[in-house]
């Protein structure tokens, strides 16, 4: 037997509550029921929470007040580890288990990464301009922010940043250093992207500034991703070349014996058939199919649309064809701004260079409709390569035929996964998945 481990191995090595003056420490894993840590593309920092059994009055004598730290190290069945640090920031959901156990009780800790420690306490209040020209990058104003009130001896994440187009003046006002990142990325523009899914967020890896097409680049090029994370004989199997990204698949009536624990770890324990329930006429009111820009240029008297049609580069998978599209829900999402940059024929102090408002108000929003509506709820055993941001290569089988090697082309396919869920319980690690692409077939 090559690998006698079950699928979803997991060892926790350490999992200790420190005061935050490091005087007291109390190794806490014979106490823990299970505990999850949840990361996401929505969320600027990892967040978890620990179910507690103890008859040690901890609470009372360490005691627990939400200012300690959280050290976890684990390995997973790839013997993979990882170390993490955690702040603790909440106690709550205390209760005794029994009555014939008075002693006994339950609750709940909760933990945050420290980089929400580290922004909440700081406030913005400036303009944004390079000092020589007046104007700069966004993306540049995005590593000045981070690295001044992010990165410290809690925070040495690395955050990657895709560069953005275009010198900016910016003003912020009042907000928080994440704040401040996530006001910047509504205004950031690439002219490498076709979505402008400009995001900040954090994954148990790092913090990230970047699109879902910067993902896709970096997952194809092997970055986030080591060894072992493919199953050769599955990629054998459906004669497929291995590549740095993960295969995973669903089979009929998967082998679960201790021979095939190894390839459970690229089996989906439950995967979404039925996906996300459409409404049509909702689409139609969120501008999912159609969106159109009008700029009022008060200075000259013009105004001027542009439109937006998502039907031209996405096969919608709820319609046969996007005929229904064009008959029926032509119906444009509006958006009205005032223009207020500079263009070869009205250029000026006053003005700011051009905010690409034709293409942030009408494709950025159309497609986080697309990509919302699009995703799909999976469990796989987990690993510790797996974050919020992976890329995921789907191989789902026709159900038409038990053991068919047909693939079922629509549900197929390469997913961006949006959301982690990493559940620990009883030995057992496995990851709550939330997948999510632009519509079917989006890769070949």
Not at 67 to 95: K, M, P, Q
Not at 229 to 245: E, F, Q, W
Not at 267 to 294: C, H, P, Q, S
Not at 337 to 345: G, L
Request: some cysteine; hydrophobic content about 35%.
């Amino acid at each position: 037997m090559a690998n006698a481990k079950q699928a979803g191995h997991i060892d926790i090595e350490q999992l200790n509550i420190k005061s935050y003056d490091g005087s007291k420490n109390i190794d806490i894993r014979a106490l823990v029921s299970n505990f999850t840590i949840t990361e996401s593309m929505n969320m600027s920092s990892v967040r978890g929470h620990l179910l507690i059994l103890e008859s040690f009055d901890i609470l009372t004598k360490f005691p627990l007040v939400g200012e300690e730290l959280l050290e976890i190290v684990y390995t997973d069945f790839f013997d993979n580890t990882r170390t993490e640090t955690y702040c603790i920031y909440a106690i709550d959901s205390i209760s005794r288990v029994n009555e014939s156990s008075p002693n006994l009780v339950s609750y709940n800790i909760h933990f945050v990464s420290p980089g929400k420690f580290l922004s909440d306490k700081h406030r913005i209040e400036k303009a944004f301009n390079n000092n020589l020209t007046g104007y700069g990058t966004i993306s540049f104003f995005v590593k000045q922010v981070y690295d001044q009130y992010l990165k410290s001896d809690y925070n040495k994440k690395t955050c990657i940043i895709e560069p953005t187009y275009g010198d900016v003046s910016i003003v912020v006002p009042s907000l928080t250093p994440e704040q401040t990142i996530h006001f910047f990325s509504r205004r950031s523009f690439s002219a490498e992207s076709t979505s402008q899914s400009f995001r900040f967020f954090e994954n148990r890896d790092n913090f990230y500034f970047i699109t879902n097409e910067k993902l896709l680049e970096l997952a194809k090029n092997g970055v986030g991703y080591g060894p072992g994370l493919i199953d050769p004989n599955l990629a054998n199997k459906l004669n497929i070349k291995t590549t740095p990204i993960p295969i995973f698949t669903q089979s009929w009536m998967a082998n679960v014996g201790p021979e095939a624990q190894s390839s459970l770890m690229s089996e989906f324990i439950y995967f979404d058939l039925n996906g996300v329930a459409n409404n049509t006429l909702d689409n139609m009111d969120r501008g999912r199919y159609r969106r159109k820009t009008i700029e009022l240029d008060i200075l000259n008297g013009i105004i001027a649309e542009s439109d937006y049609d998502s039907a031209n580069e996405i096969q919608f998978p709820e319609h046969n064809t996007n005929e229904f599209i064009e008959d029926n829900l032509n119906k444009p999402t509006k958006k009205y701004v005032v223009k207020d940059y500079s263009t070869p024929s009205n250029s000026g102090s006053g003005l700011r260079t051009d905010t690409h408002y034709s293409t942030l108000y009408n494709k950025k929003p159309g497609y986080f409709v697309n990509f919302d509506k699009n995703k799909i709820k999976c469990t796989i055993y987990g690993r510790n390569s797996i974050v919020a941001g992976s890329v995921l290569d789907v191989q789902i089988f026709k159900t038409s035929v038990v053991e068919s090697l047909d693939i079922d082309q629509k549900r197929s396919g390469r997913f961006i996964i949006d959301t982690v869920n990493n559940i620990f319980d009883k030995g057992v690690y496995t990851q709550e998945l939330i997948l999510s692409r632009e519509g079917f077939n989006y890769v070949e």
